[in-house]
């Protein structure tokens, strides 16, 4: 180009400019825009500067657009600023403008973009399961350390999860926001008494206070609320479960002595927190090293005294940095509740609405407030008949194990999350009335089984009627809304006899609220509707959670003569098993169904072998052949009856004889042999093994009919003895339910559904051998830091030795493989210590209301 040419240029430049800038000034100053039309029309300013032949059109970029545009809040704190002078928003050079333009752009906050939905799981895949193995130095009170974050976010991916999470780009920030906890100050002029078990304070009217860690709660003076439950002075003392992985119960002094309730916390030994040694899923759930209101009670005792449970003012007081909320309900949860428990014995609510919508929560609120040992509440109702839980989520159930429904006759209010009862014992806390097994975590492979079951169960909340006749009901539905579930949902309004339905989402959509609006009103009962409560954060995925309370179902031990249970720290590959025949004279197995399309009989042994099966009772063979019309009995005498063949004091004894586990010694009652005709004639043996195949139906496996049998629990099949015919069972289940089962006439029949495969019960060896190994390698450490002269270095190398080897055959076992690559570990462990996991759950598809949490 020219010199000319180039003076032509840029005096039509400055010719256009100054034309543009005569019109900007004869306009009305520009009403502030926003940062998309701000961000237009500098594109437009620079498109013109650029092509001088074409005079641009005057532009009315100030003006507003007709249709509000959604924006983040980032961009709305943007409009919300003042629009600066228009003198100063021009620039007379296209190099100046370009690079304002960029720097503005850099500026503008952007909206946030998702990541990928991943899921922090536990879940090993079925065939390579990938452990980290790396180092561990830490000392006995810091056992929670960074290698811990690594096997506690888990190995391998989760399958079939419908829970959807992501990581925010500005989690580390919050992930260590300071959040209120307590609002009582533990202090000398509130504590009453400390020592290294025990804490007795007194909180002020209104005050509140907060604990991490499980304990024993003795009430002495006054009245507080805790998880819905209004606790009175008494000489009874509660356990309380509040683990990090769900929101913190709130203690609450709603009624004074003196200006102050009092109360006593006492450390407790139930042995849930040595379920960490053998999974990582119970790694940093419980307190962690002292806090400050620790220290302050437990000066006057030595510096490594520590309780089960700590006191937080704020989640900043939480040694382990986790995110820690406190347990709240809204008012309108808190005033529905209320209303609800006034209707006393004539009580039956079904719960229902979206997933993560806070259902299982309003239902443990609800279940304690009716439970409250309260001499007299403000209706002057007086429950001494309990209150039944019909639970007909199989996928999150509150006191059983996931792929059953049932109905439970509770008596005394639980404060926990589901893994801390994940049955009942028949004791004080309550009995399962009866059970069926579904084989999965949704109902919608087979609602009509699942129809079945939830009538039956009605049927016996009817029965425990006439023994208790002011027992309220409690119906627990899960989110399964839409299509085919809003029907079943409503086809229980109208069919169940309710006195209330509550649905947990003030948000819609319409396509659910109208049919069950109608259903409610053809049935004349109430539909109230609640807002959601989800919890935002999340560090355990459903399917996690899932893996933890099938663990501590299987660790669970209900010994005689104690009045809370006990969990066992041993490995299951290390407990006795419980052998059972499934062929010969003394057959205690009848058959082994499997759910779903039907298979070649040749590969049960392998679709058995290591499975989670349900042991099922089959009281009539009308179940197999799907002809059942009711149970031979009714009444009070028929509901005692399956009480006792359903539950037992205690789980299977592993210490006992052989021959006391073992179902040979159990002879087959008569009218038990009357059945077998029947029930053979639908069974084919398999080849090899002799198993007993059950199938009835044609293409698929019709399941059996709820009316004639009913569920014991599950089991692990540890493995196939082909050669004594017997199958190696690892199970809770009492042997008195067994042999009561068996003695009344019940076969025995092993469900084989589509649970989540058992990879925990597969890396407990491992796990448990690193963490010998650990314990080993710290006491070793301390005793020669503390100048043991008495220590025999060969003697421990010999130990030290045989723990690594121990490692060593643990981690060399099928469907599990060891990671070893410590740095990918230790970047991957870091990342995660400054991420949480924030859940995104939808209503419904396209929905906008609750999507995203």
């Known amino acids: 180009m020219t010199l000319s040419n180039g003076l032509d240029f840029c005096w039509k430049i400055s010719h256009i400019l100054e034309i543009m800038k005569r019109k900007a000034d004869k306009q009305p100053t520009a009403a502030p825009m926003s940062a998309v039309a701000a961000r237009k029309a500098r594109q437009q300013q620079a498109q013109a500067a650029v092509t001088p032949m074409k005079p641009p059109k005057p532009e009315s ?11 983040t809040p980032e961009e709305e704190e943007e409009n919300s600023a003042p629009a600066a002078p228009a003198e100063d928003r021009r620039q007379t050079r296209r190099s100046t403008r370009r690079k304002t333009e960029d720097s503005k752009i850099q500026n503008t906050p952007e909206k946030k973009v998702k990541a990928p939905a991943s899921k922090p799981v536990e879940q090993v895949p079925p065939l390579n399961t990938s452990l980290s193995n790396e180092n561990e130095g830490a000392s006995e009170e810091e056992s929670e350390d960074e290698n811990d974050i690594v096997r506690e976010n888990g190995v391998g991916t989760a399958q079939n999860d419908d829970d959807e999470y992501e990581s925010p780009a500005d989690t ?31 909180i002020k009217d209104k005050m509140s206070l907060v604990l991490l860690g499980h304990y024993d709660l003795w009430v002495k003076r006054g009245v507080i609320s805790l998880m819905g439950a209004k606790l009175h002075p008494s000489s009874r003392v509660y356990r309380v479960y509040a683990p990090s992985t769900h929101s913190l119960p709130v203690i609450k002094c709603v009624s004074s002595v003196d200006g102050a309730a009092e109360i006593e916390v006492k450390s407790c030994h139930s042995g849930i927190y040595r379920l960490r040694d053998l999974s990582p899923l119970y790694q940093r759930v419980w307190n962690g090293k002292n806090t400050s209101a620790d220290k302050l009670t437990l000066k006057n005792e030595p510096q490594s005294t520590r309780r089960t449970f700590s006191v937080l003012y704020t989640s900043a007081d939480d040694s382990l940095k986790r995110h820690l909320r406190p347990l709240h309900l809204e008012k309108q949860w808190s005033s529905a509740i209320k209303s609800l428990s006034q209707r006393g014995g004539r009580l039956k609510t079904l719960i229902c609405g979206p997933k993560a919508s806070g259902k299982s929560t309003f239902s443990r609120y609800l279940l304690n407030h009716l439970l409250s040992p309260a001499p007299q509440t403000e209706t002057n109702y007086f429950n001494t008949d309990g209150v039944a839980f019909l639970d007909l989520d199989p996928g999150q159930p509150e006191f059983s194990p996931m792929g059953q429904v049932y109905l439970a006759h509770l008596r005394s209010p639980v404060f926990g999350p589901p893994f801390s009862h994940p049955s009942l014992d028949g004791s004080q806390t309550g009995t399962m009335v009866r059970a069926h097994h579904i084989g999965a975590t949704s109902p919608k492979d087979d609602p009509d089984h699942y129809m079945l079951a939830a009538m039956d169960l009605m049927d016996r909340y009817r029965a425990l009627l006439a023994t208790y006749p002011q027992c309220s009901l409690i119906i627990n539905y899960p989110g399964w809304i839409f299509g085919l579930g809003l029907e079943v949902a409503t086809w229980l309004v109208r069919s169940l006899g309710l006195s209330d339905v509550v649905y947990m989402s003030e948000k819609g959509p319409m396509e659910v609220i109208e049919p069950l609006g109608q259903a409610a009103h053809e049935a004349m009962v109430p539909l109230t509707t609640l807002p959601s409560q989800p919890t935002d954060f999340v560090s355990r995925s459903s399917a996690q959670l899932r893996s933890m309370q099938m663990q501590s179902y299987f660790h669970l031990s209900h010994a005689d003569g104690l009045r809370n249970p006990l969990w066992l720290d041993q490995p299951l590959c290390h407990t006795r098993p419980f052998r059972v025949s499934y062929a010969g004279p003394n057959q205690g197995i009848r058959g082994i169904m499997v759910m779903g399309s039907q298979i070649d009989s040749d590969l049960l042994h392998d679709v058995l072998d290591g499975a989670l099966v349900g042991v099922v009772a089959v009281e009539s063979s009308r179940a197999i052949l799907g002809e059942a019309d009711g149970p031979s009995t009714n009444g009070a005498e028929e509901d005692e009856k399956m009480e006792n063949a359903s539950t037992g004091g205690s789980d299977v004894n592993m210490e006992e004889d052989q021959e006391e586990q073992d179902t040979n010694t159990a002879k087959p009652s008569k009218a038990q042999q009357s059945t077998d005709p029947d029930i053979e004639a639908n069974i084919t043996r398999t080849r090899n093994e002799n198993l007993p195949y059950l199938f009835v139906g044609a293409g698929s496996c019709t399941p059996l009919d709820p009316r004639a049998s009913h569920s014991l629990g599950l089991a692990l099949v540890r493995s196939v003895d082909v050669s004594s015919r017997t199958l190696e069972l690892v199970t809770p289940i009492a042997g008195s339910a067994i042999r009561h089962a068996l003695e009344h006439g019940s076969g025995l029949v092993l469900v084989r559904g589509q649970l989540d495969n058992p990879n925990w019960a597969v890396s407990e060896e491992y796990y448990a051998a690193r963490a010998a190994e650990k314990r080993h390698r710290e006491t070793v450490e301390k005793a020669r830091k503390a100048g043991n002269e008495d220590l025999d270095s060969a003697a421990q190398a010999r130990v030290s030795a045989a723990l690594r080897d121990r490692v060593r055959r643990a981690s060399n076992v099928p469907w599990m493989t060891v990671v070893e690559d410590h740095s990918r570990r230790q970047q991957e462990a870091s990342q995660r210590e400054k991420s949480l996991w924030k859940l995104r759950k939808k209503a419904y598809p396209g929905s906008e209301s609750e999507g995203d949490w």
Do not use: H, M, W
Request: glycine content about 2%; charged content about 35%; proline content about 10%.
């Open 61 to 71: 970029s100030g003006e507003p657009p007709s249709k509000k545009a959604r924006r």
């Open 172 to 202: 580390p920030a919050l992930a260590q926001e300071e959040f209120p906890l307590s609002r009582t100050r533990v202090n000398k002029s509130n504590i009453v008494y400390s020592d290294e078990e025990r804490l007795c304070v007194r």
